[in-house]
Nanobody, 125 residues
Framework: QVQLVESGGRLVQAGGSLRLSCAAS????????MGWFRQAPGKEREFVGR????????YCTESVKSRFTISRDNAKNTVYLQMNSLKPEDTAVYYC??????????????????WGQGTQVTVSS
């Protein structure tokens, strides 16, 4: 089994920054991509971005790409989500996910095989 453990979520004021981490561990696994999703109260889970593991190519959605950056540390099997200029609407539980199979894209929840437990990010105005 593969475990994903997120950390770094907390209460922060608008305009502040946070860096979320997600460490993958467990039995040997293929890692094609790791993604970040978020879910705000009463809303559906939303794709935030992803990084392809072998190339390090990162992508964030249009709504956050000017403020959020995804990076990885291969040696630590860890992916990061750097969030700057946070807004109250960024408040959500943030989840990381790992795609263990090759996909055409990695922008939908169903394309990921393993999920973390989530970490709460709260941005106060």
């Amino acid at each position: 089994q593969v475990q994903l453990v997120e950390s770094g979520g907390r209460l922060v004021q608008a305009g502040g920054s946070l860096r979320l981490s997600c460490a993958a561990s467990g039995r040997a696994f293929d890692n094609y991509a790791m993604g970040w999703f978020r879910q705000a109260p009463g809303k559906e889970r939303e794709f935030v971005g992803r990084i392809k593991w072998n190339t390090g190519t990162a992508y964030c959605t249009e709504s956050v790409k000017s403020r959020f950056t995804i990076s990885r540390d291969n040696a630590k099997n860890t992916v990061y989500l750097q969030m700057n200029s946070l807004k109250p609407e960024d408040t959500a539980v943030y989840y990381c996910a790992l795609a263990a199979r090759r996909r055409a894209t990695y922008s939908q929840a169903g394309q990921y095989d393993y999920w973390g437990q989530g970490t709460q990010v709260t941005v106060s105005s």
